[in-house]
Protein backbone atom coordinates (compact mmCIF):
# COMPACT_ATOMS: atom_id res chain seq x y z
CA UNK A 1 0.00 0.00 0.00
CA UNK A 2 1.04 3.48 -0.83
CA UNK A 3 0.32 6.73 0.82
CA UNK A 4 -1.76 7.60 -2.71
CA UNK A 5 -3.82 4.97 -1.49
CA UNK A 6 -5.85 7.41 1.19
CA UNK A 7 -9.91 7.64 0.98
CA UNK A 8 -11.97 10.21 2.89
CA UNK A 9 -15.36 10.12 4.02
CA UNK A 10 -17.60 12.14 5.70
CA UNK A 11 -18.20 11.77 9.53
CA UNK A 12 -19.35 13.85 12.53
CA UNK A 13 -19.26 16.78 9.85
CA UNK A 14 -15.72 15.99 9.08
CA UNK A 15 -14.28 14.92 6.03
CA UNK A 16 -12.10 11.97 7.45
CA UNK A 17 -9.09 10.24 5.67
CA UNK A 18 -8.38 6.68 5.87
CA UNK A 19 -6.97 3.76 4.87
CA UNK A 20 -8.34 0.26 4.10
CA UNK A 21 -6.94 -3.02 3.13
CA UNK A 22 -7.27 -6.27 3.93
CA UNK A 23 -9.64 -8.68 4.90
CA UNK A 24 -11.87 -11.08 7.80
CA UNK A 25 -12.33 -9.34 10.94
CA UNK A 26 -12.20 -5.68 11.12
CA UNK A 27 -9.27 -3.84 13.02
CA UNK A 28 -9.01 -0.54 13.76
CA UNK A 29 -5.50 1.31 13.99
CA UNK A 30 -5.56 4.85 16.00
CA UNK A 31 -2.37 6.89 15.73
CA UNK A 32 -0.98 8.77 18.42
CA UNK A 33 -0.46 12.29 18.98
CA UNK A 34 1.99 15.01 17.94
CA UNK A 35 3.45 17.18 15.46
CA UNK A 36 2.94 15.75 11.70
CA UNK A 37 1.22 12.74 13.33
CA UNK A 38 -1.21 10.39 11.14
CA UNK A 39 -1.98 7.22 10.68
CA UNK A 40 0.13 6.76 7.62
CA UNK A 41 2.94 7.46 9.76
CA UNK A 42 1.93 5.91 12.59
CA UNK A 43 0.83 2.52 10.91
CA UNK A 44 2.64 2.38 7.72
CA UNK A 45 5.14 0.24 8.50
CA UNK A 46 2.61 -3.06 10.22
CA UNK A 47 -0.70 -2.15 7.74
CA UNK A 48 -0.12 -4.92 4.96
CA UNK A 49 1.32 -7.83 7.74
CA UNK A 50 -2.21 -7.13 10.00
CA UNK A 51 -4.20 -7.48 6.38
CA UNK A 52 -3.07 -11.36 6.03
CA UNK A 53 -5.70 -11.60 8.65
CA UNK A 54 -7.82 -8.79 9.53
CA UNK A 55 -9.99 -6.15 7.49
CA UNK A 56 -7.89 -3.15 8.87
CA UNK A 57 -9.24 0.07 8.68
CA UNK A 58 -6.90 3.91 9.51
CA UNK A 59 -8.59 6.89 10.23
CA UNK A 60 -6.74 10.04 11.27
CA UNK A 61 -8.47 11.18 14.27
CA UNK A 62 -10.50 14.36 14.00
CA UNK A 63 -7.99 17.12 13.72
CA UNK A 64 -5.13 15.40 12.90
CA UNK A 65 -3.15 14.11 10.13
CA UNK A 66 -5.59 14.59 6.92
CA UNK A 67 -8.95 14.75 8.63
CA UNK A 68 -10.60 18.33 8.77
CA UNK A 69 -9.42 20.72 11.43
CA UNK A 70 -12.06 22.98 12.23
CA UNK A 71 -12.27 26.25 14.21
CA UNK A 72 -14.96 26.85 16.67
CA UNK A 73 -14.85 22.77 17.63
CA UNK A 74 -14.86 21.81 20.66
CA UNK A 75 -12.38 18.62 20.43
CA UNK A 76 -12.35 16.51 23.97
CA UNK A 77 -12.59 13.04 24.11
CA UNK A 78 -16.27 12.43 23.87
CA UNK A 79 -15.95 14.39 20.55
CA UNK A 80 -13.70 11.92 19.49
CA UNK A 81 -15.20 8.68 20.57
CA UNK A 82 -17.89 10.47 18.67
CA UNK A 83 -15.63 10.68 15.39
CA UNK A 84 -15.01 7.63 15.58
CA UNK A 85 -18.46 5.55 16.21
CA UNK A 86 -20.16 7.91 12.92
CA UNK A 87 -16.74 6.86 11.24
CA UNK A 88 -17.56 3.43 11.83
CA UNK A 89 -21.13 3.71 10.84
CA UNK A 90 -20.43 5.34 7.89
CA UNK A 91 -18.37 2.60 6.46
CA UNK A 92 -20.79 -0.20 8.20
CA UNK A 93 -18.89 -1.61 10.56
CA UNK A 94 -21.09 -2.37 13.61
CA UNK A 95 -18.09 -3.79 16.01
CA UNK A 96 -14.38 -3.73 15.70
CA UNK A 97 -11.12 -5.00 17.68
CA UNK A 98 -8.97 -1.69 18.23
CA UNK A 99 -5.27 -0.95 18.48
CA UNK A 100 -4.72 2.09 19.76
CA UNK A 101 -1.07 4.27 19.89
CA UNK A 102 -1.10 7.13 22.74
CA UNK A 103 -3.72 9.28 21.73
CA UNK A 104 -5.38 6.81 19.95
CA UNK A 105 -5.19 4.40 22.68
CA UNK A 106 -7.12 7.22 24.71
CA UNK A 107 -9.45 7.20 22.02
CA UNK A 108 -10.02 3.46 22.52
CA UNK A 109 -10.56 3.73 26.08
CA UNK A 110 -13.13 6.42 25.54
CA UNK A 111 -14.54 3.66 23.03
CA UNK A 112 -14.75 0.99 25.36
CA UNK A 113 -16.45 3.56 28.12
CA UNK A 114 -18.94 5.15 25.97
CA UNK A 115 -19.72 2.42 22.99
CA UNK A 116 -18.56 -0.70 24.73
CA UNK A 117 -21.19 -2.89 22.24
CA UNK A 118 -18.97 -1.05 19.27
CA UNK A 119 -15.46 -2.78 20.82
CA UNK A 120 -14.83 -6.24 21.25
CA UNK A 121 -10.96 -6.58 22.15
CA UNK A 122 -8.52 -3.76 22.98
CA UNK A 123 -4.59 -3.45 22.55
CA UNK A 124 -3.37 -0.15 24.23
CA UNK A 125 0.16 1.23 22.82
CA UNK A 126 2.20 3.34 25.19
CA UNK A 127 -1.58 4.52 26.24
CA UNK A 128 -1.59 7.40 28.99
CA UNK A 129 -3.63 6.65 32.36
CA UNK A 130 -4.32 8.28 35.70
CA UNK A 131 -2.22 11.73 36.48
CA UNK A 132 1.49 11.66 35.69
CA UNK A 133 4.44 14.27 35.27
CA UNK A 134 4.75 15.82 31.87
CA UNK A 135 7.49 14.39 29.77
CA UNK A 136 9.75 15.80 27.74
CA UNK A 137 7.76 14.31 24.76
CA UNK A 138 5.45 15.70 25.85
CA UNK A 139 6.05 19.33 26.83
CA UNK A 140 8.19 19.02 22.93
CA UNK A 141 5.19 18.12 21.14
CA UNK A 142 3.42 21.65 22.73
CA UNK A 143 6.06 23.91 22.35
CA UNK A 144 6.70 22.54 18.76
CA UNK A 145 7.17 25.31 16.11
CA UNK A 146 7.07 23.92 12.30
CA UNK A 147 10.73 23.36 10.83
CA UNK A 148 12.72 20.29 10.19
CA UNK A 149 15.33 20.92 12.52
CA UNK A 150 12.57 20.86 14.94
CA UNK A 151 10.99 18.14 13.97
CA UNK A 152 14.18 16.15 13.97
CA UNK A 153 14.96 17.81 17.90
CA UNK A 154 11.44 16.59 18.58
CA UNK A 155 11.44 12.62 17.28
CA UNK A 156 14.49 12.07 18.85
CA UNK A 157 12.45 11.96 22.57
CA UNK A 158 10.50 9.12 20.90
CA UNK A 159 11.75 5.84 20.05
CA UNK A 160 15.17 4.24 22.22
CA UNK A 161 17.08 3.64 18.95
CA UNK A 162 17.56 7.04 16.95
CA UNK A 163 18.83 5.11 14.02
CA UNK A 164 15.01 4.85 13.33
CA UNK A 165 14.70 8.75 12.34
CA UNK A 166 15.35 8.77 8.72
CA UNK A 167 15.05 12.09 7.02
CA UNK A 168 12.14 11.13 5.29
CA UNK A 169 10.50 10.43 8.45
CA UNK A 170 11.45 13.60 9.58
CA UNK A 171 10.48 15.39 6.31
CA UNK A 172 7.11 13.74 6.13
CA UNK A 173 6.11 14.93 9.54
CA UNK A 174 7.35 18.19 9.37
CA UNK A 175 5.22 18.43 6.15
CA UNK A 176 2.15 17.30 8.17
CA UNK A 177 2.85 19.09 11.03
CA UNK A 178 3.09 22.93 8.89
CA UNK A 179 -0.79 22.12 7.22
CA UNK A 180 -2.93 25.33 8.77
CA UNK A 181 -4.84 23.89 12.35
CA UNK A 182 -2.15 21.17 12.87
CA UNK A 183 0.06 22.36 15.53
CA UNK A 184 -3.34 24.30 17.22
CA UNK A 185 -5.20 20.80 17.15
CA UNK A 186 -2.55 19.24 19.00
CA UNK A 187 -2.39 22.35 21.82
CA UNK A 188 -5.90 21.10 22.81
CA UNK A 189 -4.53 18.05 23.56
CA UNK A 190 -2.00 18.53 26.07
CA UNK A 191 -1.49 20.65 28.98
CA UNK A 192 0.88 23.87 27.94
CA UNK A 193 3.92 23.27 30.32
CA UNK A 194 4.41 25.40 32.93
CA UNK A 195 7.19 27.77 33.23
CA UNK A 196 7.29 26.83 37.15
CA UNK A 197 8.03 23.44 37.90
CA UNK A 198 6.23 19.95 36.97
CA UNK A 199 2.97 20.19 35.08
CA UNK A 200 0.61 17.25 35.61
CA UNK A 201 -1.25 15.26 32.66
CA UNK A 202 -4.61 14.20 33.53
CA UNK A 203 -5.65 10.94 31.88
CA UNK A 204 -8.79 8.28 32.16
CA UNK A 205 -8.37 7.88 35.65
CA UNK A 206 -8.00 4.34 37.57
CA UNK A 207 -11.51 4.12 39.22
CA UNK A 208 -12.85 5.12 35.40
CA UNK A 209 -10.88 2.21 33.44
CA UNK A 210 -12.03 -0.56 35.96
CA UNK A 211 -15.79 -0.79 34.21
CA UNK A 212 -13.87 -1.72 30.97
CA UNK A 213 -15.29 -5.39 29.83
CA UNK A 214 -13.29 -5.60 26.56
CA UNK A 215 -10.36 -8.04 26.39
CA UNK A 216 -7.07 -5.92 26.70
CA UNK A 217 -3.84 -5.92 25.68
CA UNK A 218 -1.67 -3.01 27.56
CA UNK A 219 1.68 -2.80 25.40
CA UNK A 220 4.73 -0.66 26.86
CA UNK A 221 8.47 0.56 26.14
CA UNK A 222 10.34 0.31 29.22
CA UNK A 223 11.95 3.02 28.12
CA UNK A 224 8.84 4.79 26.91
CA UNK A 225 10.06 8.77 27.39
CA UNK A 226 6.85 10.66 26.48
CA UNK A 227 4.07 8.34 28.22
CA UNK A 228 5.98 6.74 31.11
CA UNK A 229 5.80 3.23 32.02
CA UNK A 230 3.69 3.49 35.11
CA UNK A 231 0.94 4.39 32.97
CA UNK A 232 0.98 1.03 31.40
CA UNK A 233 1.09 -0.71 34.86
CA UNK A 234 -1.89 1.63 35.66
CA UNK A 235 -4.03 0.27 33.18
CA UNK A 236 -3.20 -3.22 33.54
CA UNK A 237 -3.76 -3.15 37.05
CA UNK A 238 -7.02 -1.54 36.57
CA UNK A 239 -8.92 -3.49 33.64
CA UNK A 240 -10.12 -6.07 34.70
CA UNK A 241 -9.15 -8.06 32.03
CA UNK A 242 -6.11 -7.24 30.50
CA UNK A 243 -2.74 -8.50 29.86
CA UNK A 244 0.72 -6.67 29.60
CA UNK A 245 3.72 -7.19 27.67
CA UNK A 246 6.34 -4.61 28.73
CA UNK A 247 9.20 -3.90 25.69
CA UNK A 248 12.79 -3.93 26.68
CA UNK A 249 14.92 -1.30 24.52
CA UNK A 250 11.90 0.32 23.38
CA UNK A 251 10.74 3.84 23.58
CA UNK A 252 7.10 4.85 22.90
CA UNK A 253 6.98 3.40 19.06
CA UNK A 254 6.41 -0.07 20.22
CA UNK A 255 4.68 -1.19 16.38
CA UNK A 256 8.26 0.26 14.76
CA UNK A 257 10.69 -0.20 17.34
CA UNK A 258 9.87 -4.16 18.09
CA UNK A 259 7.87 -4.68 14.83
CA UNK A 260 8.06 -8.53 14.57
CA UNK A 261 7.31 -8.67 17.89
CA UNK A 262 4.45 -6.75 17.68
CA UNK A 263 2.98 -8.31 14.76
CA UNK A 264 3.10 -11.64 16.47
CA UNK A 265 1.85 -10.55 19.76
CA UNK A 266 -1.61 -8.63 18.38
CA UNK A 267 -2.34 -10.92 15.52
CA UNK A 268 -2.20 -13.91 18.28
CA UNK A 269 -4.22 -11.91 20.55
CA UNK A 270 -7.14 -10.60 18.45
CA UNK A 271 -7.07 -13.83 16.20
CA UNK A 272 -7.45 -15.95 19.27
Known sequence: MVEADRKYVQAAGHETAYFECGQGAPLLLLH????????WTNWSGVMDQLAENF?????????????????????????????????????????????????????GLGLALFN?????KLVLLGTPAGTFVQTKGLAGAWLYEPSVENMRALMELFP??????????????????????????LRKLIPQPSEDGETMVKAFPEKA???????????????????PLQCGLALAENIPNADLFVFAQCGHWVQTEQKQKFLNIVTSFIGG
Not at 32 to 39: A, E, H, I, L, N
Not at 60 to 67: E, K, L, Q
Not at 116 to 120: G, I
Open 32 to 39: GSGPGVSG
Open 160 to 185: YDKSLITDELVQSRYEASARAGAQEA
Open 55 to 107: HVIVPDIAGFGFTEFKDGTEYDIKFWVNHLVEFMDALGIDRASLVGNSFGGAV
Open 116 to 120: PERLD
Open 209 to 227: VRNIKAQTLVLHGRQDGVV
